[in-house]
Structure formats: C-alpha cells, structure tokens
C-alpha cells in the first residue's frame, strides 16, 4: 500500500496555536445598503436554485486572499482580532450571537456570509474598523478583499448567564462543535471526494453562508451553505440545536457535474496518535493521545461494531460492507484525566461524533482511513459513508441525516460494551495476547457466558474469560498465531446462549515491520 502525506487542515494545531477570533464590531456599514436589501428574497429554495445553476456552469476556483494575507505567519494572524464592541445579535433578545474569522494564514478561500430575517438576505461587509490588526496594512487589505473566511456561533449552553461558542465553520468544508462541557476536537465535514486515491482527493468548499436569525425564545438555529467543486456543486441546510448533546440535522441535495466513484458521505476528521493498541514512544510521557479512540457502526441488521483506531507506518483502508446501515461514528470512550495526562489539550473532554441517517441509505460501506502520523497537530483519521455506484452527471442525489456530538455511544441499551483494548506477547511461546475490557458483567453472568473469536488468517490458540472487579466488568485475552500471514482482521464477540450480549470488537493485526522495512 502506499503512504499518503496528511492533507487536511490541522484543526488541533490552531487550537495549540491560540488561534481564536474575538468579537466583531457590528454596525450598519457592516450591512448591505438598503437598496440591496430590498430585492433579496430568501428560502432554502434560493440555495437549491445557486446550486443548480452552478452546477451547469464550468467550474471555477474559489476566490482566495490576497498574498499579502495568506503570506502571514501564525503569529501575526493571532494578532487579527474581531472588534470586541458587540457580536453580529450579541446585544438582542436573541439567545444566539455570531462572530467572524478573518481570512490569512492558511485560510485562504473567501467565504460570502448573509444575514437573513424577514425572509430577505443581508450580505455582511467589512470596514478598515471591523478588525484590530497589528498594522494599518492588515486593516486596508481586509477591507480592500470584503469577505471572510467563516464564523463561529455562540448560545448560553454551559450557563445562562454567557454565550459559548459551540460551532465553527471554518476551511473547505469543515465545521466542527461541542456539547455542554466538552472541548473542540474531531470536526465533520461537507463532502468528500476521491480520499486517498491516485489522482489526488479533491477538496469541496463551503463558498456561501447564509444564517436565519431565530426568534428570542428559540433553542435552535438553521444555516445554509453552498458547496462547490470541480465534480458538483451542492445545497445544504443545518438545524443546530446546541444542548447536552448537540445535534445537527443535515439536508443535502447534490448536482454533480461528473460521474463520481468514489464520494463519502457525512465524512468525519479526527486525529489518533497512540492509546490502547498503540502504545506511547518513550518520548512522551501522555498515555494517551488522540481525539477518537475506535470506530463504531450500528449496521443495518443492528449488530454493534466497535473498532479500535490505529496508527499504521502506512496509510491503512478498511471497508465495512452494510446494507440500511443505522449508523457511525468516531468515539472518544475513555473519560478519565488519568489516561491521558495532558493538562493542555484535555483529550478526556473531546466530543464523540455520531451519523445517524434519517432515511434508508441503502447499500454501500462505511470506509475508514488511518493515516500514519508523528504529531497530535495532525488529523489523520476519516471515516465516511460511501454509497454503492456513487453519483452520476447530471442525476440530482438527496439525503438527509443527524450528527450528535455525544460523549459516549450506548448502542445496546442494558447491555455491556468495551472500555479498554491492549496487546502484547506471550514470553513462553511468542503468540500474540490481545486483551479487551467489557463493562457491566457481573460475576454470575460470567458461569453463562462464551466467546465468539475467528480470524480470516493465521490461528485463535485460545480464549479466556476472567472478572475484572475495576471496572464492574470482564476481561478477555485472546492469543493469536499469525502463522505465516502478513496481515488479518480478528473478530471476537461476547455471547449469551447464542445471543450476542456486547459489542463486536474489530481488529487488523499487520505483520511489525511489513510496510517499513524492519
């Protein structure tokens, strides 16, 4: 297989990086003029309608910052803040407010972004006073450009008294958001198209934003957004609800203007350096470090699947075949500081992400990519669905689902579910020991309980079910025989007179040194 360098935006470094956007200074030279206002009528329909033009059109790239923007380091861009007068609604009876990020640095598309109350659009403009900026330069070629490159929302959701920010949308077409107490991590994205394939993976972009003012007692908001690329153009609408968790509901309408394969539905971004089956190198003292732990999928005939995340020395692609799937998601498990000792980054508070589909899918797979990766800056997990026969030219392709960002999935109500995977190797004969924790087991279950272990190469040597008083639970140690396989996919499940009682747990074990050369 081959490697492929990470290509996506670093959503974790900027968060290192303190790249934050203050408050923007929000007065009528920020608004359209009155003359524009008047004939702009807006619906979801307005966005179907761009869309579908667009799509008839040559494509054209996304306009970008000048040079003198983009050219700017981390440092200086830092320095670009929001005039901290009043947010876009901050000083209304609406619970919601909006503030916007400045393009530079490795923001380089400009994002048009309309108000929209009455049923009528008002683009947002920008003024030499919008920003404070480390020099007058900076000022005049932001107001010379005229545009941004995205926004954040902010509600009351940690308490009533301030507005949190719990969304961005910031880059191509990624967003990420956070429930009630949790700290950005994993981010969700638009669309995505031809991941990881020879020609290079083309990158759909979020070109406009328009953003309903709700009414001072509603508890949601609704934002549309173009997209746009070189294969098609696309309509989206989003129903935010922030709360404990947060959910989004997504409605999509595509036009593509090719024939594409390969394209990934509700597509997820996360980062997994090492924890669980990758242990730590010596040289950080953080047990763990990621932002997801394991893959989940809920398929169409309700078996639970749990996946353990890896970072392989070389790019890794799994598919995971379904048929009216239920749903996905990349979960961060492990709640506890203990795990990951990092005072900094709080890995234990980093959201789960779950794709649930509102309607049939029908078939397909949901594909999983594990990229390798040196660094926690670097997002090098993604998980999609990609539905059988991809997308025609010219054939309109609709769908509908849910994103929750949650702390922890319970996808067998009642039931046992895994908290821990580990690895090792036996002293006496070499096999390889997998080791996986299952919560809620009590010590009576055990006496009626079997394991379900297969794996399609090499040999399961043996099973062994023991409690584990810790955590209210049971252990699991497989041992393996690779034989003379390079690679194979383990599957071991928990069962109660034939009746699956836990979640299945999915591992590829691949041969240490195979892709490096060891």
């Not at 025609?392 to 949650?406: E, V």
């Amino acid at each position: 297989m081959m490697t492929v360098n990470h290509l996506y935006p670093s959503l974790s470094a900027l968060i290192k990086a303190g790249l934050c956007a203050f408050l923007l200074f929000f007065s009528l030279s920020s608004l359209a003029s009155a003359e524009n206002v008047k004939d702009a009528k807006f619906s979801h329909q307005t966005v179907l309608d761009l869309a579908k033009k667009l799509a008839k059109e040559p494509y054209k790239l996304p306009k970008q910052a000048p040079i003198s923007l983009t050219r700017l380091d981390a440092e200086t861009y830092q320095k670009i803040r929001f005039q901290q007068h009043a947010a876009i609604w901050g000083n209304s009876p609406s619970p919601f407010s909006i503030q916007l990020f400045a393009p530079g640095f490795l923001y380089k598309n400009l994002v048009n972004i309309d108000i929209v109350e009455s049923g009528k659009s008002v683009p947002i403009n920008v003024t030499e006073s919008s920003f404070k900026v480390p020099n007058p330069e900076i000022a005049k070629a932001l107001a010379q450009v005229g545009k941004y490159a995205g926004f954040r929302l902010h509600y009351p959701l940690n308490n009533s008294q301030d507005k949190n920010e719990f969304i961005i949308f910031q880059g191509a077409s990624y967003f990420r958001a956070v429930s009630k107490g949790q700290l950005y991590g994993i981010s969700a994205r638009g669309l995505a198209i031809d991941v990881a394939e020879p020609k290079g993976e083309e990158h759909p972009t979020f070109t406009h934003f328009w953003i309903e003012r709700p009414g001072r007692e509603q508890k949601a908001i609704v934002v549309h957004a173009l997209l746009n690329s070189k294969s098609v153009t696309g309509a989206y609408r989003f129903g935010i609800y922030p709360d404990d968790p947060t959910h989004m509901d997504v409605k999509v309408t595509l036009f593509p203007r090719a024939d594409i394969p390969h394209i990934g539905l509700a597509p997820l971004t996360s980062m997994f350096l090492h924890g669980g089956m990758v242990p730590a190198k010596s040289t950080d003292y953080r047990p763990e470090v990621h932002n997801s732990q394991a893959l989940a999928i809920t398929t169409g005939n309700n078996e639970h699947l749990w996946r353990p995340l890896n970072n392989p020395s070389s790019l890794q692609i799994s598919g995971f075949m379904d048929e009216h799937t239920k749903g996905f998601g990349l979960i961060q498990r492990d709640r506890q500081f203990v795990n990951y000792q990092d005072l900094e980054a709080h890995y234990e508070l980093r959201p789960s992400l779950w794709v649930e589909p509102i309607e049939d899918w029908g078939k397909g797979q949901v594909q999983l990519f594990e990229i390798p990766s040196n660094a926690d800056s670097n997002d090098n997990i993604v998980a999609y669905w990609r539905p059988e026969g991809g997308l025609k030219k010219g054939q309109t392709f609709s769908y509908n689902y849910r994103l929750i960002w949650l702390n922890d999935i319970n996808p067998m109500p009642g039931k046992t579910k895994i908290v821990r995977s580990a690895k090792g190797q036996s002293s006496e004969d070499g096999n390889r020991v997998m080791i996986i924790d299952f919560s809620h087991i009590s010590a009576e279950q055990l006496k009626t309980l079997s394991i379900n272990a297969s794996s399609n190469h090499g040999k399961v040597v043996k099973t062994k079910l023991i409690a584990n008083p810790n955590i209210d639970g049971a252990r699991v140690f497989l041992t393996f025989n690779p034989e003379n396989a390079d690679v194979a996919e383990l599957r071991l499940q928990l069962m109660n007179k034939n009746i699956p009682i836990s979640e299945t747990w999915l591992y590829r074990w691949i041969k240490p040194g195979l892709f490096t050369g060891e």
